[in-house]
């Protein structure tokens, strides 16, 4: 039975991921900080599914987790079949204002763990002949963000460095997918402050995409070996775009999209 493992598998779209893999007979390796709603999910995924849950609890916005964790790993002997790197957060504001401990974690989770972790995992799926990796980036990873610089920046990292990796492990029994989902319903609207963004009134947002619906279109994604999957035919609308409007406009554009109301 393959194994996944899942990071900021407590809430959102990394909740709704676990329950995706269980549900397709995954074992899962759940991590977050939160101990508590991880052992509460290990319980109901066991149940209900059949499988083996694992729980490790880091805080990935620490340099030495990514490392920590893989220990782990090995020491309870596990092999990871499927690494999926969704550990991620956002904060809306202007850059200038931002606060600095904040920026520095968003960079360290949604860059450093990803690509940490992915050093990590990769080499051995690599001797073995087979794996497989789900980044979760976002639609925001194919335009510059103003109000929210450094999470659109770190995003676009994700997309890039998705890619790279994709071409480089494709002849090798490898299939590397990066999730691209733009505005879910999901926790991650409230920690990252943007209810204050014009783009997220109250009626738009009851018109979003649940995280299930997010989490089942990503493993369907990878296991049909996407490279970029973009969620919802309007995001894909709004990515394809983004190749054909002058970089001036889409500053303009997404500005004015995220302005605060």
Request: contains cysteine; hydrophobic residues 45%; glycine residues 8%.
């Amino acid at each position: 039975m393959a194994t996944a493992l899942i990071t900021g598998a407590s809430s959102g779209i990394g909740l709704a991921l676990a329950k995706v893999f269980a549900k397709n007979g995954h074992d899962v390796i759940l991590v977050a900080r939160s101990e508590d709603k991880l052992q509460a999910l290990k319980a109901e995924l066991s149940k209900a599914h059949g499988i083996q849950a694992t729980v490790f609890s880091h805080d990935l916005t620490e340099r030495s987790a990514p490392q920590a964790l893989f220990d782990q790993v090995q020491q309870n002997g596990l092999t990871v079949d499927v690494l999926v790197n969704n550990a991620g957060y956002g904060d809306y504001g202007e850059f200038a204002e931002g606060d600095w401990s904040k920026l520095e974690g968003m960079i360290l989770l949604n860059m450093l763990a990803t690509t940490h972790l992915s050093r990590l995992f990769l080499p051995a799926m690599i001797q073995r002949g087979s794996g497989q990796v789900l980044n979760v980036s976002s639609t925001a990873a194919f335009q510059p963000g103003p109000m929210m610089a450094v999470y659109f920046a770190t995003k676009a990292y994700v997309l890039s460095f998705s890619e790279a990796i994709a071409a480089e492990t494709s002849d090798q029994g490898i299939n590397v997918t990066v999730l691209c989902p733009g505005p879910t319903q999901s926790d991650f609207i409230d920690t990252a402050n943007m209810r204050q963004a014009a783009l997220l009134n109250k009626s738009a947002e009851d018109k979003l995409p649940t995280a299930d619906d997010v989490a089942q279109f990503g493993y369907d994604a990878l296991q049909s070996g996407q490279v970029v999957a973009v969620h919802g035919l309007a995001n894909k609308l709004m990515t394809f775009s983004t190749r054909l409007a002058p970089r001036s406009l889409i500053r303009k554009g997404v500005k004015q999209f995220m302005a605060s109301e």
